[in-house]
């Protein structure tokens, strides 16, 4: 296969997917912009970080079957393009969580004892002992959750190994994965900003969360306590926060900004609100345990894309089947088998939505599982069920997933 690096990887992922036998090009350097031309119309796999893929980036590769997000979001990618050219998204999920957790909890005390603002001061010859050595401290305080996959996971374990009590919310938090992390859980997001001493922000990019921290969340927040963002810049309203920070005093830590630049090195324009935060430039998951880590899964994804026709756990598949029925047809394993299966079917005018053919040991006999959109005509089973090649028909006619 032929593929593509288009962004810093580590150097374990060119060296594998080559012993692969796989053609690899790497090019950290490339832009969106670039990518419209120089993918080539003979790409297999397109892998990036944080290079975004647009609509005209997979127009343009005629052969591209996988894109792959070294890293856990994939919002950078036009995953909705994607589907319609029927190419797989793939993610990373979890490998940066350790990370972006550390980096969190390093944001976190960094707000609470003003680390920034001081190391600024000494630079420019100004001892301020007075005015910083003023912090709440953090032990027996509480740390609001709001999210509570991986890295929020490794986010309690750290905290509370600070001595921290966790708060977390989460719509899919249940009191016994809370009581298994030793967390509580919160009924509601709001209850989150109106009991905690600080918020860390842990929540996938979409329609439902864009400004999930608003200027309401923001509202409920106590006077002076602290926001950390780690996620995605568009999860929290600048504007919103901008505010927050001068009418509540809160102490903010953010590593990621709406509209941030794309690239490793880019002009920045949002420093007016840089200057009244502590803040990093998206490095949250820029280690090299987690460079490699990555690299890893990437290959992991890459092989079994080669080797099966399909990635693990594709982001961009249908998350409710529309089908009508599944049928299950145990057979022979010989030649015209399935295509006699599949010409009944057409002969139904029923469309196959999914299909999979398991072989047996012995390859002599195979399972053949099909999502219909329509419940074929009992007259047509029946006859089915006379080849001589078929071995049992089974139907589920309600809706699966």
Known sequence: MKILIADKLSPLAEELLK???NEVR??????????????????NVLVVRSTRVTKDIVDAAGKLGLIVRAGAGFNTIDVDHASERGIYVANC????????AELAIGLLIAADRQIVNASVD?????????????????????????????????????????????LA??????DEIADQFGVERAGSAAEVAERSDAVSVHLPLNDATQHFVDAAFLGKMRPSSILIN????????????????????????IDVFENEPSGGQAAFDQVDLANIVTCTPHIGASTDQTAEAIATEVVRIIRQYR?????????NMQRTSPAACRLTVQHLNKVGVLATILDGIRAENINVLEMQNAIFDGAKTASCTLRLDAVPASEWL???VKNEAILNVTIQVTPTT
Not at 144 to 164: D, P, Q, S, T, W
Not at 169 to 174: A, N
Not at 231 to 246: I, Q
């Open 169 to 174: 919310w989460s719509r899919s938090l249940t």
């Open 26 to 43: 790497t090019d950290p350097s490339l832009t969106t912009d670039d990518l419209v031309t120089k993918i080539g119309d003979a790409t």
């Open 19 to 21: 012993a692969d036998g």
């Open 93 to 100: 999920p979890g490998k940066n969580a350790d990370a972006v």
């Open 307 to 315: 080797e099966n026709g399909f990635p693990p756990s594709p982001v």
């Open 382 to 384: 029946e006859r089915l």
């Open 230 to 253: 780690t996620s995605r810049g568009e999860l929290v309203d600048s504007a919103a926060l901008a505010k927050a920070v001068e009418e509540k005093s809160l102490r903010v830590g």
């Open 122 to 166: 000494l630079r420019a010859g100004n001892w301020e002992k007075s005015k910083y050595g003023k912090a709440y401290g953090l032990k027996g305080r509480t740390l609001g959750l709001l999210g509570f996959g991986a890295i929020g996971k490794a986010v309690a374990k750290r905290a509370l190994g600070m001595e921290m009590k966790v």
